[in-house]
T-cell receptor
């Protein structure tokens, strides 16, 4: 079963704009990760944020984590056509068994 | 290659046939995971190996699903007496996660798209 939901399910923006995706989850976590998936391909790891961290940056990506609200957001700044993909958040619930529990995903389309 | 390799990329089988899906993880990666992804959904966990030990198989849908990693590297996911609801993309991921190492990303292959007719 899915751990949580992502919002929005689909997002279309103009190239150069910022894209924000949100993820909610249900239980306490060890860490939360964001992955990108291009059509017909596997998932690519973007960023990992631990449960004791509140914000993390990587290039044009910014991730926040609010454990009190059981939610996370992914911000992509200055979007590019190549950012078109599905984005998934995934949680690791327990130290020692790091299977990923995925959300439902956001389909992001960047309009050139 | 340096990435996770899965074969075949596409598999079509008739209902009732057995299938075997292969995963070659990144060399040296201790942990290996299998996930099932239905169309338009996020991946769902099937099973997890640390070296040759299968530590968690709680996600396997039924006893028709069986996974092994006998030498702690290549893994095979076998589905017996396939049914139409088994149609999905099967993803394999490996990681340097292991004893004393946590908070590591998983590296995914491109998956095997299984279609049961």
């Amino acid at each position: 079963s899915q751990q949580g939901e992502e919002d929005p399910q689909a997002l279309s923006i103009q190239e150069g704009e910022n894209a924000t995706m949100n993820c909610s989850y249900k239980t306490s976590i060890n860490n939360l990760q964001w992955y990108r998936q291009n059509s017909g391909r596997g998932l690519v790891h973007l960023i990992l944020i631990r449960s004791n961290e509140r914000e993390k940056h990587s290039g044009r990506l910014r991730v926040t984590l609010d454990t009190s609200k059981k939610s996370s957001s992914l911000l992509i700044t200055a979007s590019r056509a190549a950012d078109t993909a599905s984005y998934f958040c995934a949680t690791v619930l327990n130290f020692g068994n790091e299977k990923l529990t995925f959300g439902t995903g956001t389909r992001l389309t960047i309009i050139p | 290659g340096a990435g996770v390799s899965q074969s075949p990329r596409y598999k079509v089988a008739k209902r009732g046939q057995d299938v075997a899906l292969r995963c070659d993880p990144i060399s040296g990666h201790v942990s290996l995971f299998w996930y099932q992804q239905a169309l338009g959904q996020g991946p769902e966990f099937l099973t997890y190996f640390q070296n040759e030990a299968q530590l968690d198989k709680s996600g396997l849908p039924s006893d028709r699903f069986f996974a092994e990693r006998p030498e702690g590297s290549v893994s095979t996911l076998k589905i017996q007496r396939t049914q139409q609801e088994d149609s999905a993309v099967y993803l394999c991921a490996s990681s340097s996660l292991g004893v004393g190492r946590s908070n590591q990303p998983q590296h995914f292959g491109d998956g095997t798209r299984l279609s049961i007719l």
